[in-house]
């Protein structure tokens, strides 16, 4: 299996994951792994919408709320980058984007 086949079979094991509710990696979850499953439409933000609260609920109780929203934040923030990066449209920013052709 070459380079591209890897990885390729690699997003599907993933996205399959993402829609079974299995453990995936946070890169899947947040940045920019999490965005090519969405650009070549494999999953849909809802489908991530329970990964990301575990993440929270999961920092707050071992950190507290305020490191728990912090680390929050900057996970959207890589995530907002890896879409535009992408060309895709931004999903936590306050200010929407159109996707760049």
Do not use: W
């Amino acid at each position: 299996m070459n380079t591209d086949e890897q990885k390729a079979f690699s997003m599907r094991v993933n996205a399959n994951r993402i829609k079974a509710g299995e453990a995936v990696g946070d890169d899947y979850i947040y940045g920019g792994l999490a965005a090519e499953l969405l650009k070549i439409r494999r999953i849909t933000e809802n489908d991530l919408r329970p990964y990301r609260s575990s993440m929270f609920f999961a920092d707050r109780s071992l950190h507290g709320e305020d490191i728990a929203k912090r680390k929050e934040g900057e996970r959207k923030a890589k995530h907002d980058a890896a879409l535009y990066s992408r060309g895709l449209p931004l999903y936590f920013s306050e200010v929407r984007h159109e996707p760049i052709n």
